[in-house]
């Protein structure tokens, strides 16, 4: 039996002519494969690396759900007032208006060129020059400013509303970052932004290892090629879409102690003509974070008890509000009528003025007892003026 | 008279001419570099012919040279065929050799420090040509070298070639065994990914259950140079690996096969009468001369074997590496190395210090032992009938024990835990959820309700149907809170809706079909189950699967549910006496260029 197996092999090496024929073909049979994989091993390590890319940005998407998306919104648009969008064509530096810039960036050239020649101290300019050069910088300004309403003029009002400037479209310019926008990215992870409480509510913590974060150098690398796989071809809904753009540190003597100025900053972004310009609101709208417009659109929109109790539900409002996490739900109207509006600093505020701001803006105003930042302040972001009408409608039927 | 002021080739030249003395100095270089054949001596033993002059000079490279002077001139001829030693033991010195060669080829690219040891990994599969192959080889020749070497013993002991006069060979081979498993089991640690962690992590807890306690701990402590295993636990291993186990494996094999020589490749047993030992006698009609037979057959075997595992590395099998170690993340489902499973299983009977240390114990020293026990002379099979028997035995029980070392024996986990993380999407391994090709993963929210239908015709009757029983029973609001809630996931609530899987993703199809036979397979703990893959589009390349179980809680014991008379499960109730509904949600990404279709 095992004979007639291995007897033609056997056969085969009991000569020490085949015993070397066949080492030499197996020697040449391996070169051969060598050779063949030596040939394919570019295209392999190509290959490997798109795979590894691709695996790596999947594994960012599970960290940016457990990690960012509590601030920077779960499909990275931003929340409005506490962290800015990184799905944002300004952190990709995209140019709407590739054409305007350029004449923009030419007159800031000349800007820069005449200021220097003004400031120069060695080889003062006659005063008639001195008269020159100061009539064509105020021209200059003008027109860059007559530019920079062009390109305004050419955005959805919403967008301005919550703080874009076409002028400032590249957020690496804006901070004066030398390198490439995957270390920028993997920097602010790693390192956080430590006097970003300036800005925010909350500063943007430090998530790697190396500064005391959570996050190995790996992690922060997936979370970085994650957020780089958003860059794509920009059209201005994506620019719509954004919920909150970066704030640009604001006067840099000002920090950290005194915060006046960038809380005005911020105010600024979110009253500047933010109603004046965005149309009013209708019931399937998104009721965005502008109390004041809601309010108008709702004077128009009948809420319904039944489908408020559904989207409080769905909404997960119950996770908090049942549990003494929040507020609690039953009775909620008496002690709105009752309690918080004879609070001092409720004073002028309806019970539905009150209501709509606690859902889309909840930090406005805290019930005391609860923390504040507790209550995602995006609701604004997904629920629209029919469902905020429907909310207020079940909530006015909780009293006691 | 010279032509240089010295006598010199030259000299030559001018007596006999350039041919004649180039050829001479030619043939003298190739007699000292062979010790002693000449280029006719070559010639003449590869083809085969009787040397044509004496002494024979074919002995002289034994008896004068360095390289060949521990191996012998002539072999028995009963002991070259496969049988009896299978060239088990002469397998084993190559895949020393291979694994020193491919090892040193690794350590150039690599740098054992948990910072740069994983993305060491992935410059050597990504940047470094031939690095994946290197890489595969090496992996692949350590879980061979182990097999040969367990079955070059098992040889041994079969044969009886551990009897008198071998018994120290065989002692010796014991330590090369265990070297060659520490050799393996520490190279393991190396890639810092979470097999090698978690692998690893439960190959160390065994030696800090050594007693007594403070031999244990500090045995513990040494080897993975803290508390947990980290950059000097790695280290440590590195060196393991690398500089002390090679050295102690080196150095054995020079005893080992020292001793081989000295007695003599043992013979089959029926050639022999019993007591004797007459490996060195070797009749000169038996005689096999190493040169050039034996010689010849092994370089052919080397050619051979390499050819082997290069075309098994190129076109079948890739070294594993998963995802970079993480202390916080066990796997589901994790195992020690397969050879060392018959541990893990032993493990699982009960107390740690004796079935993870003293058993192993027993059972190696055992084996060390071993020819100092059994010394009855006899290597005939029919006279050992007693000591075949209790290899068999032995051989069973690891084969028993291994068995029981995999995740499926004995390891309870929640039913809806281990469909979710074993057998749709495990953190590791590809499950089924993965190779689903990307463009059969079609945006939209599917339910294994879809198969309670009686035909496909009624399939989105039924669907629409749960739609409604969910929105009724307010299972439908609780998933959406859930989903959107923790889970972060941007739907749109108002119109949110189960449908049937469409007829281009028959994969996707067949996958929930699937799910719904794990869901039924478990219903007696998952009662009233239903599962559902939502997918939603999160980047323009990547999508996001939810993957939902729904189930009434039912009265679970020591892992197992609860059966009634009638062999039904029993549903807990909460304090107003209502079944109550759990959720389990697990939630992957999968990009479209990940490939894992292509594994």
Same mark, same amino acid.
């Given at each position: 039996?095992?004979?007639?197996?291995?007897?033609?092999?056997?056969?085969?090496?009991?000569?020490?002519?085949?015993?070397?024929?066949?080492?030499?073909?197996?020697?040449?049979?391996?070169?051969?494969?060598?050779?063949?994989?030596?040939?394919?091993?570019?295209?392999?390590?190509?290959?490997?690396?798109?795979?590894?890319?691709?695996?790596?940005?999947?594994?960012?998407?599970?960290?940016?759900?457990?990690?960012?998306?509590?601030?920077?919104?779960?499909?990275?648009?931003?929340?409005?007032?506490?962290?800015?969008?990184?799905?944002?064509?300004?952190?990709?530096?995209?140019?709407?208006?590739?054409?305007?810039?350029?004449?923009?960036?030419?007159?800031?050239?000349?800007?820069?060129?005449?200021?220097?020649?003004?400031?120069?101290?060695?080889?003062?300019?006659?005063?008639?020059?001195?008269?020159?050069?100061?009539?064509?910088?105020?021209?200059?300004?003008?027109?860059?400013?007559?530019?920079?309403?062009?390109?305004?003029?050419?955005?959805?009002?919403?967008?301005?509303?919550?703080?874009?400037?076409?002028?400032?479209?590249?957020?690496?310019?804006?901070?004066?970052?030398?390198?490439?926008?995957?270390?920028?990215?993997?920097?602010?992870?790693?390192?956080?932004?430590?006097?970003?409480?300036?800005?925010?509510?909350?500063?943007?913590?430090?998530?790697?290892?190396?500064?005391?974060?959570?996050?190995?150098?790996?992690?922060?690398?997936?979370?970085?090629?994650?957020?780089?796989?958003?860059?794509?071809?920009?059209?201005?809904?994506?620019?719509?879409?954004?919920?909150?753009?970066?704030?640009?540190?604001?006067?840099?003597?000002?920090?950290?102690?005194?915060?006046?100025?960038?809380?005005?900053?911020?105010?600024?972004?979110?009253?500047?003509?933010?109603?004046?310009?965005?149309?009013?609101?209708?019931?399937?709208?998104?009721?965005?974070?502008?109390?004041?417009?809601?309010?108008?659109?709702?004077?128009?929109?009948?809420?319904?008890?039944?489908?408020?109790?559904?989207?409080?539900?769905?909404?997960?409002?119950?996770?908090?509000?049942?549990?003494?996490?929040?507020?609690?739900?039953?009775?909620?109207?008496?002690?709105?009528?009752?309690?918080?509006?004879?609070?001092?600093?409720?004073?002028?505020?309806?019970?539905?003025?009150?209501?709509?701001?606690?859902?889309?803006?909840?930090?406005?105003?805290?019930?005391?007892?609860?923390?504040?930042?507790?209550?995602?302040?995006?609701?604004?972001?997904?629920?629209?003026?029919?469902?905020?009408?429907?909310?207020?409608?079940?909530?006015?039927?909780?009293?006691? | 008279?010279?032509?240089?002021?010295?006598?010199?080739?030259?000299?030559?030249?001018?007596?006999?001419?350039?041919?004649?003395?180039?050829?001479?100095?030619?043939?003298?270089?190739?007699?000292?570099?062979?010790?002693?054949?000449?280029?006719?001596?070559?010639?003449?033993?590869?083809?085969?012919?009787?040397?044509?002059?004496?002494?024979?000079?074919?002995?002289?490279?034994?008896?004068?040279?360095?390289?060949?002077?521990?191996?012998?001139?002539?072999?028995?001829?009963?002991?070259?065929?496969?049988?009896?030693?299978?060239?088990?033991?002469?397998?084993?010195?190559?895949?020393?050799?291979?694994?020193?060669?491919?090892?040193?080829?690794?350590?150039?690219?690599?740098?054992?420090?948990?910072?740069?040891?994983?993305?060491?990994?992935?410059?050597?599969?990504?940047?470094?040509?031939?690095?994946?192959?290197?890489?595969?080889?090496?992996?692949?020749?350590?879980?061979?070298?182990?097999?040969?070497?367990?079955?070059?013993?098992?040889?041994?002991?079969?044969?009886?070639?551990?009897?008198?006069?071998?018994?120290?060979?065989?002692? *010796?081979? #014991?330590? !090369? %065994? $265990?070297?060659?498993?520490?050799?393996?089991?520490?190279?393991? =640690? &190396?890639?810092?990914?979470? @097999?090698?962690?978690?692998?690893?992590?439960?190959?160390?807890?065994?030696?800090?259950?050594?007693?007594?306690?403070?031999?244990? *701990?500090? #045995?513990? !402590? %040494? $080897?993975?140079?803290?508390?947990?295993?980290?950059?000097?636990? =790695? &280290?440590?291993?590195?060196? @393991?690996?690398?500089?002390?186990?090679?050295?102690?494996?080196?150095?054995?094999?020079?005893?080992?096969?020292?001793?081989?020589?000295?007695?003599?490749?043992? %013979?089959?047993?029926?050639?022999?009468?019993?007591?004797?030992?007459?490996?060195?006698?070797?009749?000169?009609?038996?005689?096999?001369?190493?040169?050039?037979?034996?010689?010849?057959?092994?370089?052919?075997?080397?050619?051979?074997?390499?050819?082997?595992?290069?075309? %098994?590395?190129?076109?079948?099998?890739?070294?594993?590496?998963?995802?970079?170690?993480?202390?916080?993340?066990?796997?589901?489902?994790?195992?020690?190395?397969?050879?060392?499973?018959?541990?893990?299983?032993?493990?699982?009977?009960?107390?740690?210090?004796?079935?993870?240390?003293?058993?192993?114990?027993?059972?190696?020293?055992?084996?060390?032992?071993?020819?100092?026990?059994?010394?009855?002379?006899?290597?005939?099979?029919?006279?050992?009938?007693?000591?075949?028997?209790?290899?068999?035995?032995?051989?069973?029980?690891?084969?028993?024990?291994?068995?029981?070392?995999?995740?499926?024996?004995?390891?309870?986990?929640?039913?809806?835990?281990?469909?979710?993380?074993?057998?749709?999407?495990?953190?590791?391994?590809?499950?089924?959820?993965?190779?689903?090709?990307?463009?059969?993963?079609?945006?939209?929210?599917?339910?294994?309700?879809?198969?309670?239908?009686?035909?496909?015709?009624?399939?989105?009757?039924?669907?629409?149907?749960?739609?409604?029983?969910?929105?009724?029973?307010?299972?439908?609001?609780?998933?959406?809170?859930?989903?959107?809630?923790?889970?972060?996931?941007?739907?749109?609530?108002?119109?949110?809706?189960?449908?049937?899987?469409?007829?281009?993703?028959?994969?996707?199809?067949?996958?929930?079909?699937?799910?719904?036979?794990?869901?039924?397979?478990?219903?007696?703990?998952l009662a009233n189950a239903w599962g559902a893959i939502i997918i939603t589009q999160n980047q323009a390349n990547l999508k996001r699967i939810d993957l939902v179980i729904s189930w009434d809680e039912v009265v679970v014991e020591g892992g197992n549910p609860v059966l009634d008379d009638q062999g039904n499960s029993i549903l807990a109730l909460d304090e107003d006496g209502n079944p109550i509904r759990r959720f389990n949600i697990k939630h992957i990404f999968i990009n479209e260029d990940s490939q894992y279709f292509g594994e």
């Amino acid at each position: 039996m095992l004979k007639r197996i291995f007897g033609p092999g056997r056969a085969l090496v009991e000569s020490i002519e085949n015993r070397i024929l066949v080492g030499i073909a197996a020697f040449m049979a391996t070169i051969v494969i060598l050779g063949w994989v030596a040939i394919n091993e570019p295209g392999r390590m190509q290959a490997f690396d798109r795979q590894f890319n691709a695996r790596s940005t999947e594994k960012g998407a599970a960290l940016f759900v457990s990690a960012c998306a509590t601030c920077h919104g779960p499909q990275g648009h931003g929340i409005l007032g506490r962290a800015p969008a990184l799905n944002n064509p300004q952190l990709f530096g995209h140019d709407y208006f590739p054409e305007l810039t350029a004449q923009v960036t030419a007159l800031e050239t000349e800007r820069g060129a005449i200021a220097a020649e003004l400031a120069d101290t060695v080889n003062p300019v006659s005063d008639a020059r001195r008269e020159e050069i100061e009539s064509r910088l105020e021209a200059i300004d003008a027109e860059i400013e007559d530019l920079a309403q062009q390109m305004r003029d050419q955005l959805p009002p919403a967008v301005l509303a919550v703080g874009y400037d076409p002028l400032n479209f590249d957020r690496l310019e804006q901070t004066d970052w030398g390198g490439g926008l995957e270390n920028f990215i993997i920097s602010t992870i790693t390192s956080g932004r430590p006097v970003s409480n300036a800005y925010w509510p909350q500063p943007m913590p430090a998530w790697g290892q190396v500064s005391g974060g959570s996050l190995r150098p790996d992690q922060i690398r997936d979370l970085a090629r994650y957020i780089m796989n958003w860059d794509r071809e920009w059209t201005l809904d994506d620019l719509t879409a954004v919920r909150q753009f970066a704030v640009a540190p604001c006067n840099q003597q000002a920090l950290p102690g005194a915060t006046g100025a960038c809380e005005d900053l911020l105010a600024g972004s979110a009253a500047d003509g933010g109603a004046a310009q965005a149309p009013a609101l209708t019931a399937g709208d998104i009721a965005g974070t502008d109390v004041d417009a809601v309010l108008a659109a709702l004077e128009t929109v009948e809420g319904d008890a039944a489908a408020g109790q559904n989207t409080y539900q769905a909404q997960g409002c119950t996770g908090c509000h049942t549990t003494g996490v929040g507020p609690d739900l039953a009775g909620t109207y008496t002690r709105v009528e009752n309690e918080r509006l004879a609070d001092p600093a409720l004073a002028g505020y309806t019970a539905e003025q009150y209501l709509v701001e606690s859902i889309i803006n909840p930090s406005a105003f805290v019930a005391p007892g609860f923390a504040d930042g507790v209550m995602p302040a995006s609701f604004g972001t997904v629920l629209t003026v029919q469902d905020i009408a429907n909310l207020v409608a079940y909530l006015e039927t909780q009293t006691e | 008279m010279s032509v240089l002021p010295f006598p010199s080739f030259l000299d030559d030249v001018k007596e006999k001419g350039l041919k004649k003395a180039s050829f001479e100095i030619a043939d003298d270089v190739v007699e000292r570099l062979t010790a002693g054949m000449n280029v006719t001596d070559i010639r003449e033993a590869l083809r085969g012919e009787a040397p044509s002059r004496r002494p024979n000079p074919r002995l002289t490279p034994h008896a004068d040279g360095f390289w060949l002077h521990i191996r012998p001139s002539y072999y028995h001829n009963s002991m070259t065929g496969l049988y009896p030693t299978f060239r088990l033991g002469w397998l084993s010195v190559y895949f020393t050799f291979f694994e020193t060669i491919t090892g040193i080829f690794l350590m150039i690219f690599y740098t054992p420090s948990p910072e740069f040891a994983y993305s060491n990994m992935l410059n050597i599969l990504s940047n470094v040509p031939f690095g994946q192959f290197m890489r595969d080889l090496h992996r692949l020749g350590a879980e061979a070298m182990v097999l040969i070497v367990t079955l070059h013993m098992l040889r041994t002991f079969i044969t009886g070639s551990y009897k008198k006069p071998r018994q120290f060979t065989w002692f *010796t081979g #014991v330590i !090369l %065994l $265990l070297s060659t498993l520490f050799l393996s089991f520490s190279g393991y =640690l &190396l890639p810092w990914d979470q @097999l090698a962690l978690w692998a690893v992590t439960i190959g160390a807890s065994m030696a800090e259950a050594v007693p007594p306690q403070i031999v244990g *701990t500090n #045995v513990n !402590l %040494l $080897l993975r140079g803290g508390p947990e295993i980290g950059a000097n636990g =790695l &280290l440590r291993f590195y060196l @393991l690996h690398v500089l002390a186990v090679p050295a102690i494996l080196f150095i054995f094999i020079a005893v080992h096969y020292y001793k081989v020589i000295v007695h003599g490749p043992s %013979l089959p047993p029926r050639e022999e009468n019993i007591g004797e030992d007459t490996a060195k006698r070797i009749p000169l009609d038996r005689r096999v001369y190493f040169i050039p037979d034996i010689m010849t057959s092994e370089i052919m075997w080397v050619a051979v074997t390499t050819l082997i595992m290069i075309i %098994l590395v190129t076109f079948f099998w890739h070294a594993p590496l998963e995802s970079h170690s993480n202390p916080q993340v066990t796997p589901l489902g994790t195992t020690a190395p397969w050879y060392f499973l018959w541990i893990q299983g032993a493990l699982k009977l009960g107390d740690k210090t004796f079935w993870g240390v003293i058993f192993p114990g027993i059972i190696f020293n055992f084996l060390m032992v071993l020819p100092y026990i059994d010394t009855t002379p006899s290597r005939r099979y029919a006279d050992r009938r007693f000591m075949l028997s209790i290899g068999m035995v032995l051989t069973s029980l690891t084969v028993i024990f291994s068995y029981m070392g995999l995740p499926e024996f004995g390891v309870k986990t929640s039913a809806d835990s281990e469909i979710l993380n074993l057998d749709l999407a495990p953190d590791e391994r590809l499950g089924i959820i993965k190779p689903i090709p990307y463009d059969q993963l079609v945006v939209g929210a599917y339910t294994t309700a879809q198969f309670e239908a009686e035909d496909e015709a009624a399939m989105q009757e039924t669907v629409a149907a749960f739609n409604e029983e969910i929105a009724e029973n307010g299972e439908r609001a609780e998933l959406l809170a859930d989903l959107t809630g923790p889970g972060a996931l941007v739907l749109n609530q108002a119109e949110f809706a189960f449908e049937t899987v469409p007829s281009d993703a028959p994969r996707l199809e067949h996958v929930l079909e699937e799910f719904y036979g794990f869901l039924e397979k478990d219903s007696a703990e998952l009662a009233n189950a239903w599962g559902a893959i939502i997918i939603t589009q999160n980047q323009a390349n990547l999508k996001r699967i939810d993957l939902v179980i729904s189930w009434d809680e039912v009265v679970v014991e020591g892992g197992n549910p609860v059966l009634d008379d009638q062999g039904n499960s029993i549903l807990a109730l909460d304090e107003d006496g209502n079944p109550i509904r759990r959720f389990n949600i697990k939630h992957i990404f999968i990009n479209e260029d990940s490939q894992y279709f292509g594994e």
